[in-house]
C-alpha cells in the first residue's frame, strides 16, 4: 500500500519523463559583444552580418545550433538591432522548413555582455537549460556528448551550472585570442574548472602547456613560480582548493570559442554579482573565486578533433577565414552555399567561384581565392588567397594578395593591395598601394596614385572631432571621399584595443592550411614558418598530383604551381620537393591501381610531364649540379616510404638520363653525396640504382677510350704529316 498524500510512483515517473522530452534546448545569441575590435566597420553595421568568405558570421552561428538540436533561438541585439531584425526575417531561418521552432530577436538597450545576461535574467525566458553563443561562432562541433554530459552531471549535482565548450591547440594558436592567454585550472577527476585568469601577452609567463600538478601541496599556493620579469603575472591559487584537489591540469592551450551549456541559475548569479561586465575575466573568475559561497560549481567539456573557433578580432578573422577556405570546419565551407542565392562551386587549383563571374584571358587566379556572383578580374592582374565579394569589379593589371573585398567593392587599374580589408562600395582609384593591415570601409573612394598606410582606418563617417573636411585629402588623394577613424577609450586596454589592428600579424597567416583541427603543440617561436611551408608543399603536392591524374598539360600545371608558389612565397627547394613527391606518389598509384609494371609507369609519368621538371631546374650546363642533385635526394627520401620505392628510383633514374631531363653529372654528384647514403634505409632505397651508376661509369671509361684513341689518330697523323716534310 502506497504511503499516504503521495502518487504512485510509476506513472509519476513516466510523466516526468515525457515532460523532460517536451523541454525544448533554447539558445541565446549574443548578436553584440559590445566592443569595438571590427571599427570602422561596426560603425554601420553588426558584427555578427560582417561577411566571412562572402557569408554573413551569424549564418555559420545559426549552423552550428541548428546541428546541436537547438529549437529555440534569441538573438540579443544591441548595436544596428533594425539591419539583424530585418536579415533575419528574409533568411531560411524565418522559413516554414527551419529548424526552429522560434527565432526572436530582442531589442534592449544593454551596453556589455554583463548587462545582457541581467536583462535576460529580469524576461524570464529561459526556464531549462540553455546555450549561450556569440554571433561569430563558427564550430563543426557535434554538440550531443556535451549537452549528454552537462545534464548526467546535473541530474547527480544541481550545483553544477554551467558547461563550458573548449579546444584543445597550441598555446600560440593563431584563431586564439593574443592580446591575453587564458588560464583554466581544472580538476581533471570532475571535468571542474577550479580557477580561470587571464594574463597580459607582453612577458613571457612560465607556465606550461599542460602540466599534471599530483598530491598538490597547499603549502605553495602560487603556480606556477613566475620568471622574474613577469611577477606581476603571477597566477595565485587559493591554498585550500590545492589541499582539496589531488590532482590538477593548469591550462594555458585551450581555444575558447565562446560555447557555454548553461542553467537558470548562471542568469541568477549574474544579477548577483551585479557590478561584473566581463563574461571570464569578471564573472567567471568571481564565481569560481567564491565557490564556497555560492556553492556553485563551473565545468568543461574539452573537445580535440572538431573544429571550434569565435572571429573575435580582425586577426581571428583572417585566421578562420582560411580554415573555412581551407575546410577544416567542413561542411562549412564555401561550397555548401549556406545563404540563399549562391552557387559556389570547387573548382580546378582549390579556387571557389560562384555564377556569373568574368575573367581575362591573362588575369591568374591562385590557389585559395573565393570569387562571389558577377565578379569581374581584368586582364593581368593577379588574384591570390584572396576573397573577392559579389560584383566586385578588378580593374587590368592590379595585384590583389591575401584581401578581403566585401561586396561591390571596385579596385581600378595598376592598384596593389596585400592583406587588407575594402568594405561593401568602397572604391581604390588607380595605381593605389593599399599596405596590409589598412581598413577601408564602407563606401569610401580613394584618389588615384594614393598610397594608404598600413595602420589607417578609414570610413565615409565624419565623425565629431574630425578636422574640417578639405583635411581629408591627406588620406584618400585630391577626388577621394574618406575620414581617418580614431576610437575611443572604451576597450578593456590597450594591449586589448592594439589586437584589433593585428589583421594579418602571424607568420604565414594567409597561407596556411594548418587549422585549429591539427595544431595541437605549436608553442616555438618557429612553428608558424614550418607549417607554412609544410603547408605548400602539402598543396601544391596534391595539386600537382591530381592535375597529373586529370591528364592536365605539364605547362598548365606549372600556372598553377607558380600561382600558390607566389601565394605563398615559397623557396625553390619547396617547389622541388612538391614536384618530386607528386611524380613519386603518381608512379606508385599507377603501379598499384593500373596494373602496369613500375617501368611502364615510370615512362607513363614522365613522358608527359617531364617539362615540369626541366622548368624548376636551373643549373643545368653548369658544373656544379646542386639543384639536379636536390631533386634525386628528394625522390630518394620519399621512395624511402613506398612500397617498391627502390624498383621506382632505379627506373626514374634509367628515364630520366634517357630523356636528357638529368645530367650525368648529376648523377655522379648524387652518387657521392654523404646525404645519398647517411642511413641505412637511403642506402637500401639506392641499392638497385648501383647497376645504373655502373653502366654511366662504363659509358665514361668507353669515352675515355674512345679520346684515347682520337688523341693517338691524331698524333699518328701529326707524325705522318712531319715525315712527308721531311
Known amino acids: 500500500m502506497p504511503p499516504k498524500n503521495k502518487k504512485p510512483a510509476g506513472p509519476e515517473k513516466g510523466k516526468q519523463g515525457e515532460e523532460e522530452r517536451e523541454e525544448p534546448l533554447q539558445?541565446?545569441?549574443?548578436?553584440?559583444?559590445?566592443?569595438?575590435?571590427?571599427?570602422?566597420?561596426?560603425?554601420?553595421?553588426?558584427?555578427?552580418?560582417?561577411?566571412?568568405?562572402?557569408?554573413?558570421?551569424?549564418?555559420?552561428?545559426?549552423?552550428?545550433?541548428?546541428?546541436?538540436?537547438?529549437?529555440?533561438?534569441?538573438?540579443?541585439?544591441?548595436?544596428?538591432?533594425?539591419?539583424?531584425?530585418?536579415?533575419?526575417?528574409?533568411?531560411?531561418?524565418?522559413?516554414?522548413?527551419?529548424?526552429?521552432?522560434?527565432?526572436?530577436?530582442?531589442?534592449?538597450?544593454?551596453?556589455?555582455?554583463?548587462?545582457?545576461?541581467?536583462?535576460?535574467?529580469?524576461?524570464?525566458?529561459?526556464?531549462?537549460?540553455?546555450?549561450?553563443?556569440?554571433?561569430?561562432?563558427?564550430?563543426?562541433?557535434?554538440?550531443?556528448?556535451?549537452?549528454?554530459?552537462?545534464?548526467?552531471?546535473?541530474?547527480?549535482?544541481?550545483?553544477?551550472?554551467?558547461?563550458?565548450?573548449?579546444?584543445?591547440?597550441?598555446?600560440?594558436?593563431?584563431?586564439?585570442?593574443?592580446?591575453?592567454?587564458?588560464?583554466?585550472?581544472?580538476?581533471?577527476?570532475?571535468?571542474?574548472?577550479?580557477?580561470?585568469?587571464?594574463?597580459?601577452?607582453?612577458?613571457?609567463?612560465?607556465?606550461?602547456?599542460?602540466?599534471?600538478?599530483?598530491?598538490?601541496?597547499?603549502?605553495?599556493?602560487?603556480?606556477?613560480?613566475?620568471?622574474?620579469?613577469?611577477?606581476?603575472?603571477?597566477?595565485t591559487l587559493d591554498p585550500d582548493l590545492l589541499a582539496a584537489a589531488t590532482e590538477l591540469d593548469v591550462r594555458t592551450d585551450l581555444i575558447d570559442p565562446g560555447i557555454d551549456i548553461c542553467t537558470p541559475d548562471v542568469l541568477a548569479l549574474w544579477s548577483d554579482y551585479f557590478d561584473h561586465q566581463a563574461p571570464r575575466a569578471g564573472f567567471l573568475h568571481s564565481v569560481l573565486k567564491d565557490w564556497e559561497l555560492n556553492g556553485k560549481t563551473v565545468h568543461v567539456w574539452v573537445i580535440e578533433e572538431a573544429y571550434a573557433a569565435r572571429v573575435r578580432d580582425l586577426a581571428a578573422y583572417a585566421a578562420v577565414c582560411r580554415d573555412v577556405i581551407g575546410r577544416w570546419a567542413y561542411p562549412l565551407a564555401p561550397d555548401s552555399n549556406l545563404v540563399r542565392g549562391q552557387g559556389y562551386r570547387l573548382v580546378k587549383g582549390g579556387v571557389y567561384r560562384d555564377v556569373g563571374v568574368v575573367l581575362a584571358r591573362n588575369c591568374l587566379i591562385g590557389r585559395g581565392a573565393v570569387l562571389g556572383r558577377d565578379a569581374v578580374v581584368g586582364d593581368g592582374s593577379v588574384v591570390i588567397d584572396s576573397v573577392i565579394g559579389k560584383g566586385c569589379r578588378i580593374g587590368k593589371n592590379a595585384?590583389?594578395?591575401?584581401?578581403?573585398?566585401?561586396?561591390?567593392?571596385?579596385?581600378?587599374?595598376?592598384?596593389?593591395?596585400?592583406?587588407?580589408?575594402?568594405?561593401?562600395?568602397?572604391?581604390?582609384?588607380?595605381?593605389?598601394?593599399?599596405?596590409?593591415?589598412?581598413?577601408?570601409?564602407?563606401?569610401?573612394?580613394?584618389?588615384?596614385?594614393?598610397?594608404?598606410?598600413?595602420?589607417?582606418?578609414?570610413?565615409?563617417?565624419?565623425?565629431?572631432?574630425?578636422?574640417?573636411?578639405?583635411?581629408?585629402?591627406?588620406?584618400?588623394?585630391?577626388?577621394?571621399?574618406?575620414?581617418?577613424?580614431?576610437?575611443?577609450?572604451?576597450?578593456?586596454?590597450?594591449?586589448?584595443?592594439?589586437?584589433?589592428?593585428?589583421?594579418?600579424?602571424?607568420?604565414?597567416?594567409?597561407?596556411?592550411?594548418?587549422?585549429?583541427?591539427?595544431?595541437?603543440?605549436d608553442s616555438d617561436d618557429d612553428v608558424s614558418q614550418a607549417s607554412g611551408a609544410d603547408a605548400f608543399q602539402h598543396d601544391a603536392a596534391a595539386s600537382i598530383f591530381d592535375s597529373m591524374h586529370k591528364g592536365d598539360k605539364w605547362e598548365d600545371i606549372q600556372v598553377e604551381l607558380m600561382a600558390l608558389r607566389l601565394s605563398t612565397n615559397a623557396s625553390d627547394y619547396q617547389v622541388r620537393k612538391a614536384i618530386a613527391v607528386a611524380f613519386m606518389k603518381r608512379i606508385e598509384q599507377l603501379a598499384e591501381e593500373s596494373g602496369l609494371s613500375i617501368k611502364s609507369a615510370v615512362e607513363s609519368t614522365l613522358q608527359d610531364n617531364k617539362g615540369l621538371i626541366e622548368r624548376n631546374l636551373g643549373d643545368v650546363g653548369k658544373s656544379e649540379k646542386a639543384d639536379q642533385v636536390a631533386f634525386l635526394l628528394l625522390m630518394q627520401a620519399d621512395l624511402i616510404h613506398r612500397k617498391y620505392g627502390d624498383k621506382i628510383l632505379a627506373f626514374v633514374c634509367t628515364e630520366l638520363y634517357k630523356a636528357d631531363v638529368l645530367e650525368k653529372e648529376a648523377f655522379e654528384q648524387w652518387w657521392e653525396d654523404e646525404k645519398s647514403s647517411a642511413d641505412e634505409s637511403m642506402r637500401q632505397v639506392r641499392e638497385r640504382t648501383k647497376q645504373f651508376m655502373d653502366v654511366l661509369r662504363e659509358e665514361d671509361e668507353e669515352e675515355s677510350e674512345e679520346d684515347d684513341d682520337e688523341d693517338e689518330d691524331e698524333d699518328e697523323g701529326e707524325g705522318e704529316e712531319e715525315d712527308e716534310s721531311e
Open 27 to 235: 539558445a541565446v545569441i549574443l548578436a553584440d559583444s559590445f566592443e569595438t575590435k571590427f571599427a570602422p566597420f561596426t560603425l554601420e553595421k553588426p558584427r555578427c552580418l560582417l561577411p566571412l568568405a562572402n557569408t554573413p558570421l551569424i549564418e555559420y552561428t545559426f549552423e552550428f545550433l541548428a546541428n546541436a538540436g537547438v529549437e529555440e533561438v534569441y538573438v540579443y541585439c544591441g548595436a544596428h538591432t533594425d539591419q539583424v531584425e530585418e536579415y533575419i526575417s528574409l533568411s531560411k531561418w524565418s522559413a516554414t522548413s527551419s529548424p526552429f521552432a522560434k527565432l526572436e530577436p530582442i531589442r534592449s538597450t544593454s551596453t556589455s555582455i554583463g548587462d545582457a545576461m541581467r536583462d535576460l535574467d529580469k524576461r524570464g525566458l529561459l526556464a531549462n537549460d540553455f546555450l549561450v553563443v556569440y554571433g561569430d561562432v563558427v564550430s563543426n562541433l557535434d554538440l550531443a556528448p556535451a549537452l549528454a554530459a552537462h545534464r548526467a552531471r546535473r541530474a547527480r549535482d544541481k550545483n553544477a551550472i554551467m558547461t563550458m565548450v573548449l579546444r584543445s591547440a597550441g598555446p600560440s594558436h593563431r584563431t586564439k585570442a593574443q592580446a591575453r592567454t587564458p588560464i583554466f585550472v581544472l580538476d581533471p577527476t570532475k571535468d571542474r574548472c577550479l580557477h580561470y585568469e587571464q594574463i597580459v601577452n607582453n612577458h613571457p609567463v612560465s607556465t606550461p602547456t599542460a602540466s599534471t600538478i599530483a598530491t598538490a601541496s597547499p603549502t605553495s599556493p602560487s603556480f606556477p613560480r613566475p620568471s622574474p620579469s613577469s611577477h606581476h603575472h603571477r597566477v
Open 399 to 521: 595585384r590583389i594578395e591575401g584581401v578581403h573585398l566585401w561586396d561591390g567593392a571596385i579596385v581600378r587599374d595598376g592598384s596593389s593591395i596585400r592583406q587588407a580589408i575594402v568594405a561593401d562600395n568602397a572604391t581604390v582609384g588607380k595605381n593605389c598601394i593599399v599596405e596590409p593591415g589598412a581598413l577601408i570601409s564602407f563606401g569610401v573612394r580613394i584618389g588615384d596614385g594614393v598610397t594608404v598606410k598600413g595602420t589607417s582606418r578609414i570610413t565615409h563617417l565624419k565623425r565629431d572631432g574630425h578636422a574640417e573636411a578639405t583635411q581629408h585629402v591627406k588620406i584618400v588623394g585630391e577626388r577621394g571621399a574618406g575620414y581617418e577613424y580614431t576610437d575611443g577609450e572604451d576597450e578593456d586596454d590597450e594591449e586589448e584595443r592594439g589586437a584589433s589592428s593585428l589583421l594579418f600579424s602571424l607568420s604565414a597567416l594567409a597561407t596556411s592550411t594548418e587549422s585549429i583541427s591539427t595544431l595541437v603543440d
